[in-house]
Each structure stands twice: as C-alpha cells, then as structure tokens.
C-alpha cells in the first residue's frame, strides 16, 4: 500500500496520540477461569478470522480465558509532548494460536481481547483508531478502592435486549468478588518477568502439549492482536478499511508480582448486547446473571509500553 502521510490533530484538540503508549506504575490483577473452547473458536471465527484471506488463521490455544484490571498512574505517548493522565482498563484475553500458511515458523501464541473497557476517552480513542482494540468506556473498580467491601467490577452501557425500543443501561456488567478471603495482594513471590512467566504458565498450561507451551514466550514482550477496521461511508455494510494489527506489549519495569490468596468468582450480568456467557462459557446465561468460579488469580506492578507494532493482514 502507498503510504500517506498521517495529519495530526496535535496542537488542536489531538485526542489521537502517536504510540508507543508509555504506562508508568501499572497494578494489574487477573483472573484466569475454565472456558469452552468451541464457544470461543466461534467467536474467533466469527470476529477475528473472518478478516483473514486464509494465508492467517487463528485457533484457540486452550480451554481458558482471563479477566484483567490495570490501574496505571500515569500514561503517556513515548512520542508526542502532549501530558499524562491516570487511567484504567478492563479486558476478557483469550489465547490463540496464531498459524501463517506455508510458514511453520511463523507459529506463535498471542492474546486477543474481544471485549475490553477503559475509562479515559483519548486512550479509548489511541486504542480503536491506532490498533483496532475494541474498546468502551467504562466505570472500572479495583479492590483498593473500597477496603471494607473489596471488589473489581466493570460498569458500562448495556442493552438488556437488542431492540429498537430498548433503552441503554448503565449498571456493573461484570464484578469480581473474593468469597473466603479478601482480595489482597499476597506476599511478592516473582521478582521479574520471567518468573511471572513460569508460575502462571505452570498453572495455565498443565495440560497443553508441550509443543503448544514452547510457543508461549511472554516475557518481556506479551503478542496481542486485535482487528482494525473502518465501515465504508456509502455502504455500511462494507468496510473502506479492514486489517489484523499486531501489537506487542512490552514489559520495561517489573516490581513484583505473585498469586492472590482467597476464592474468588465472577459475576456476569445477563444482556444480549454483551454475550459474555455464550461466548466465553459456551451455555446459556441465567435470567439475570451468571456465577462463574475463578481458578486461579494473580498480581502484579509494572511498567510497560504498547509497541506501534505492525499489521499482520490488510483486506482494503
């Protein structure tokens, strides 16, 4: 394709920032449940492989998902001279294999996000605009927040039913609760990326083959990929831009990490505009909500920057 020359908004009101985005005293928290893996194929299919021209195919590397929240102190364009601001995100990963045909070596595991929330519109906007993260905003509560009822939960707009005469909701989509114990960070026990690595891969991987674990190399970088596109003017049914972006995450300061004591679950509300349920747990949800057990869930601080990175397919 011809390159074309970006014109920025710098100086004007820019709310799209140039990568790569700079993230300062990140606390992350995550929890990894048992998914279908058919269920999340299909959606795989549906959202992500429907964009490739077959030369790139994406499969769902293990009957897993995980739920994350990052508070970040600060966040930033390593580029740009613009400022800071504090900002949160909320994310379902699922992981995937992701197999170039004809390349072999090629093969590679990454994480896709089909459902990520975030409460600052520029990094919303920086996020959709410059990657394609499908990214909302949202209202996101960490355990610190409220130490006598600790809980990470996700409050955004929902439509109970997909209908002309249904009005939007704003209420928690999903919440993360600890039953016996409260959520707390546990004593650090990994004191780099490569630790953080290990443990979690041991635990999530104990029934992978292990050719599938050697493709697992998340330290210092972390493969992610989501799907750009663009709808056309004059025919929304049609795209003027579609593609598959890659974009690593890079791990550039590790403070500590560990597993976090207690059980926890997870509480999704029942909607049709947000078929978390179908498309994570393969069944159907419950009249108002459905509980969910956590296997297990884990810590960390750390700094880290989104990498401009690259597009893996263009379609327009």
């Not at 635990?203 to 970088?221: I, S, Y």
């Not at 009249?287 to 969910?292: D, R």
């Not at 810590?299 to 397919?313: A, C, E, K, R, Y």
Request: contains cysteine; glycine residues 8%; negative net charge.
């Amino acid at each position: 394709m011809t390159s074309i020359p970006y014109i920025s908004w710098l100086g004007h009101g820019a709310i799209d920032i140039a990568p790569p985005g700079v993230f300062t005293d990140a606390k992350a928290s995550a929890f990894v449940i048992d998914a279908d893996k058919e269920a999340m194929q299909s959606l795989t299919d549906t959202l992500l492989n429907a964009a490739s021209d077959g030369s790139v195919t994406y499969e769902v590397a293990a009957h897993h998902a995980m739920f994350s929240f990052v508070d970040v102190a600060q966040s930033t364009s390593g580029t740009e001279n613009v400022g800071w601001l504090p900002g949160r995100e909320a994310a379902i990963w699922i992981p995937l294999i992701e197999r170039h045909k004809g390349h072999i070596l090629k093969t590679r595991v990454i994480l896709w996000a089909p459902y990520i929330f975030i409460n600052y519109a520029m990094g919303m906007v920086i996020g959709r605009e410059t990657w394609g993260w499908a990214k909302v905003l949202g209202d996101l509560e960490v355990a610190s927040d409220n130490p006598d009822n600790p809980q990470f939960c996700t409050t955004t707009t929902y439509f109970p039913t997909m209908a002309k005469d249904t009005q939007g909701v704003t209420a928690p989509l999903y919440r993360i609760t600890a039953g016996s114990s409260e959520p707390a960070e546990a004593a650090q026990t990994w004191h780099s990326g490569s630790d953080a690595k290990d443990a979690i891969m041991a635990r999530l991987l104990g029934g992978v083959v292990p050719d599938v674990k050697e493709l697992f190399d998340f330290a210092p970088h972390v493969p992610s990929v989501a799907l750009k596109q663009f709808r056309e003017p004059g025919d929304t049914n049609n795209a003027c831009y579609q593609a598959i972006v890659h974009t690593p995450i890079e791990v550039t300061g590790f403070h500590g990490g560990g597993f976090l004591k207690g059980d926890y679950s997870i509480e999704i509300t029942t909607c049709e505009s947000h078929q978390i349920v179908r498309d994570i747990l393969g069944k159907e949800p419950g009249a108002a909500s459905t509980t969910v057990p956590v296997k297990f869930a884990f810590w960390s601080h750390i700094d880290f920057q989104t990498l401009p990175g690259d597009n893996v397919i263009v379609r327009c």
